[in-house]
């Protein structure tokens, strides 16, 4: 059965977002090429220029498809019932869960290394607040530190997540999934100078 040309557009558009992803991760907004990107998706060049005018916007609309993504996935976990733990795996196994799906897309959506972009600023700027209100909540309710700062606290968290998961998807093999998760549930909860979970100092 032949596929309906809404689902070829479809089909071609997530492509290209794909592909976009892929190399503006590997080159950033400047370097990318859009015969790079189109040779990526495995279309013409013009098929490209059909979905977006020019490369800004397929970056743009790469980088709004990610965050949308990963704050949905965040505000899931949030919701999930049961204690933070268990709240603090969901997150943890769906942050993982896509890295190891999107690693591009992941890098491109968190890594500020490849220079200002506004964007990029306000990804990160938006995965840090869920956690900063987590953490003020937390202190009010006595399970967080009072001494900590929940906003510079918070950006040490998505530091720490994204430098891990990034340093885990150059070789997958260092780690199991369920590895990834544990331990940053365990920075997460404990910190590397912390509590031993059920334990003492």
């Not at 009010?140 to 950006?155: E, T, V």
């Amino acid at each position: 059965m032949a596929k309906r040309r809404s689902d070829q557009k479809d089909e071609t558009r997530a492509k290209l977002l794909s592909a976009g992803s892929i190399v503006f991760a590997a080159k950033g907004i400047e370097g990318a090429r859009i015969g790079d990107i189109a040779r990526e998706a495995g279309v013409a060049m013009g098929t490209l220029y059909t979905h977006f005018p020019d490369k800004e916007a397929l970056f743009a609309e790469v980088m709004r498809a990610g965050k949308e993504t990963v704050l949905a996935g965040l505000a899931i976990a949030q919701q999930t019932p049961g204690s933070r733990e268990v709240k603090d795996r969901a997150a943890m196994e769906g942050v993982v869960a896509f890295a190891s799906l999107y690693g591009a897309l992941f890098r491109l959506l968190l890594s500020r290394g490849a220079g200002t972009d506004p964007m990029q600023r306000e990804v990160v700027d938006a995965i840090a607040q869920l956690r900063v209100t987590e953490l003020e909540a937390g202190q009010r309710d006595g399970w967080a530190r009072k001494d900590l700062d929940p906003q510079a606290a918070a950006r040490c968290e998505v530091g720490a997540v994204f430098h891990l998961l990034d340093w885990w998807l150059d070789d997958p093999t260092r780690m199991r999934d369920e590895q990834v998760v544990e331990q940053l549930c365990l920075i997460r909860r404990f910190g590397v100078e912390g509590l031993i979970p059920g334990g003492g100092a």
